[in-house]
């Protein structure tokens, strides 16, 4: 089956910790998005790569990193930089960044840092 | 920039009862509106997507929604609730702007189904 895989689906770090979220898609899709959800606030976009080893700032991309290195990954790393990290992450994909195009959601990573 | 509205951070229904959800946007070219599903603790799924070949688009599970360019609105509606449609609704807008290529979405309303 295609789709996309999102590991964990629950994450707790402790406060200054580094913590890598895991993306995978066998969609064959070349685009993948990094969302955060928080409640009542709808979805916020991190970043976004449009091809491998390219990928550019959403809107709330202060205190993340990702890398593109396959087109099957985009793996995103929430630093202790980042203020408030606790949130549920979505990753996305779709086969184009045509305003048209469908984007595929993974099941998503609950992640909580105490 | 563009910009999705949706009214009612929560709405309930009774079983069997329409079901409509709405959605404004704003945008300074013609958009492109979608409409997501989210399952609790789940990912999103598509609905329906609105991609100007037709003002009025059907969805799965039985919901449609209705292009309307003179009131900026893009109403999700189905004629019957089922206790199954329980979950949040997202509606999103993207445009065909060069460097501007992004889905912007509301903040969701939450259905519940009154059995």
């Known amino acids: 089956d295609g789709g996309i895989t999102q590991s964990p689906k629950y994450l707790f770090r402790k406060e200054g910790q580094n913590v890598t979220l895991s993306c995978e898609q066998n969609?064959?899709?070349?685009?993948m998005y990094w969302y955060r959800q928080d409640p009542g606030q709808g979805l916020r976009l991190i970043y976004y790569?449009?091809?491998?080893?390219?990928?550019q700032k959403g809107d709330i991309a202060e205190g993340y990193s990702v890398s593109r290195e396959k087109k099957e990954s985009f793996p995103l790393t929430v630093t202790s930089a980042q203020k408030n990290p606790t949130a549920f992450y979505l990753c996305?994909?779709?086969?184009?960044?045509?305003?048209?195009?469908?984007?595929?959601f993974g099941p998503g990573t609950r992640l909580t840092v105490t | 920039a563009q910009s999705v509205t949706q009214l009612g951070s929560h709405v309930s229904v009774s079983e069997g009862a329409l079901v409509l959800l709405r959605c404004n946007y704003s945008?300074?070219?013609?958009?492109?509106l979608f409409w997501y599903v989210q399952y609790p603790n789940q990912g999103l799924q598509l609905l329906l997507k609105?991609?100007?070949?037709?003002?009025l688009v059907k969805g799965i599970n039985g919901f449609e929604a209705e292009f309307k360019k003179s009131e900026t609105s893009f109403h999700l509606t189905k004629p019957s609730a089922h206790m199954s449609d329980a979950a949040e609704y997202f509606c999103?807008?993207?445009?065909?702007?060069?460097?501007?290529?992004?889905?912007?979405f509301g903040t969701g309303t939450r259905l519940t189904i009154i059995p």
């Open positions: 996305a994909s779709s086969i184009g960044t045509a305003p048209s195009a469908e984007q595929y």
């Open positions: 969609l064959n899709h070349d685009a």
């Open positions: 790569s449009q091809i491998v080893n390219d990928f």
């Open positions: 945008s300074s070219v013609p958009p492109y």
């Open positions: 609105y991609t100007s070949a037709a003002t």
């Open positions: 999103a807008v993207s445009v065909s702007e060069v460097g501007n290529e992004k889905l912007t």
